[in-house]
């Protein structure tokens, strides 16, 4: 069974510039996760879907961070524009329901210059 | 919300150690995740259990429901399994959303 499929694997861009990260989630998962994972803490979620609808993005920066899963399969997640503190790994994930066969794809890492 | 600690923070054995990470969680939860990073890498998720063990190769979890504890074991060690071990529960019960442990970083020394 294929995984979480994420890219790009690692991106540097500079600070003010913009970037997009890609996930294809399981089949079948109607759950899709975004984390931010800085370096030397825990993932935080910053961003949950129910197939194409919003669950929690109560911790999104939504001045500079956007997601979207118009089809209910794939996502994006987009920093605009980015910042220094923003330098991290972006992991998605996803869970078919009760968060059964929850799956992380192998992460973003993302350095801001 | 769920509050999860794992001990130790950080543990360096011999390769063909036995080794033991606990976590403990604050509020009843449906499953638990075991976790497994290396460095630079994405996460692979190693377990979701919700009541007694479970055993994959040489990795072995165990849950207390009602003691809100769980353990994975690694038997016999190897440099590979040098990572980091995450243990995650739902932030509130029946919820999808995860609150993640500190991370126990384990280092096997050949």
């Known amino acids: 069974e294929a995984g979480v499929a994420q890219s790009p694997r690692y991106k540097i861009i500079e600070k003010r510039q913009s970037v997009a990260f890609w996930c294809n989630p399981i089949s079948g998962h109607a759950t899709l996760y975004w984390y931010q994972q800085i370096l030397g803490q825990g993932p935080k979620l910053l961003i949950q879907?129910?197939?194409?609808?919003?669950?929690?993005d109560s911790q999104l920066p939504k001045d500079r961070f956007s997601a979207e899963r118009l089809k209910g399969v794939d996502s994006t997640l987009k920093i605009q524009p980015a910042k220094l503190e923003d330098s991290a790994v972006y992991l998605c994930?996803?869970?078919?329901?009760?968060?059964?066969?929850?799956?992380f794809g192998s992460g973003t890492r993302l350095t801001v210059v | 919300k769920n509050e999860v600690e794992q001990s130790p923070q950080n543990l360096t054995a011999q390769e063909g150690e036995f080794i033991t990470i606990n976590c403990s969680y604050s509020?009843?939860?449906?499953?638990l995740h075991w976790l497994q990073q290396h460095p630079g890498g994405g996460i692979v998720s190693l377990f979701m259990?919700?009541?007694g063990k479970k055993k994959h190769g040489r990795l072995i979890a165990t849950i207390n429901i009602q003691e809100k504890h769980s353990s994975l074991h690694i038997t016999a060690s190897h440099p590979r399994d040098s990572a980091v071990y995450i243990c995650a529960v739902p932030s509130y019960f029946g919820n999808e959303k995860l609150t993640f442990g500190t991370g126990t970083r384990l280092t096997i020394i050949p």
């Open positions: 994930a996803s869970s078919g329901p009760g968060g059964y066969g929850y799956t």
């Open positions: 879907f129910q197939n194409n609808g919003v669950v929690d």
């Open positions: 509020v009843g939860i449906s499953a």
């Open positions: 259990l919700s009541s």
